[in-house]
């Protein structure tokens, strides 16, 4: 499969995902919240928190399409980066003193003066903010952040038993199958259990894939032999 193929390939996978619920009735609620605090409450906090809530809109944007197409794995890293930016704001909210401790100025920059040295970067320290960890409005997110590392964002074995390699035999050739490679993973659009959300709610463990692959997108399986 080439790049022409795959991105043909994905414009059928974005229409077949479409007409979902999610993206019919919760992407389009969501982005009016977004409409709503910048009209409302963008005017009266500061340029820095304006400018949070506007990553944070990109980021669900970003994850939103990147579900649309077939790739909810990709859309951790968004997903995960726009929770940190969340959980700063509500930080620099509380105090914003709060900014120096997200920042580690001279630790920051003593570890790219270490990888410009050709040395191994001082530890960076983590960032604790009680007033915000405990919170009611994050403390229902923070629990997706070791799932979205171990399972999604880094090549570990989570993120390689929730791959989908099918196999298949060839006819008149004995011997084991085939090994193939499902590039996307698309929920049936009427299977609510198995559909894919934007919190990452309501999907299958990492160590599977519960996802039901339409028949018409075969294009997504490739021989990797």
């Known amino acids: 499969m080439d790049l022409s193929e795959f991105k043909a390939a994905q414009d059928q996978v974005e229409a077949h995902f479409a007409g979902s619920g999610v993206f019919a009735s919760l992407v389009p609620v969501v982005l009016r919240m977004y409409c709503c605090a910048r009209d409302l409450a963008q005017p009266r906090s500061s340029p820095t928190l304006g400018r949070l809530l506007m990553l944070c809109h990109r980021e669900f944007l970003v994850a939103a399409s990147q579900i ?8 951790a890293a968004n997903t995960r980066r726009a929770t940190e930016i969340a959980r700063v704001a509500l930080a620099l909210k509380r105090d914003p003193e709060n ?4 920042l580690h100025a001279d630790v920051r920059q003593a570890r790219w003066d270490a990888r410009s040295a050709g040395n191994k970067p001082p530890r960076l320290p983590s960032v604790q903010f009680p007033e915000v960890d405990g919170d009611p409005l994050y403390a229902s997110l923070k629990d997706y952040f070791g799932i979205y590392s171990d399972a999604y ?14 196999r298949y035999s060839r006819l008149c050739v004995s011997g084991p199958g085939r090994d193939r490679l499902r590039f996307w993973c698309i929920p049936h659009r009427n299977d609510r259990r198995r559909g894919w959300s934007l919190s990452g ?25």
């Open 68 to 75: 649309q197409r077939g790739l909810p794995y990709d859309a």
């Open 99 to 102: 900014a120096h401790k997200w």
């Open 153 to 166: 964002i880094h090549f570990t074995p989570e993120f390689l038993g929730i791959q989908q390699f099918p």
């Open 201 to 225: 709610r309501g999907q299958s463990s990492p160590g599977q894939c519960a996802n039901s692959i339409s028949d018409g997108l075969c294009a997504g399986e490739v021989d990797l032999r």
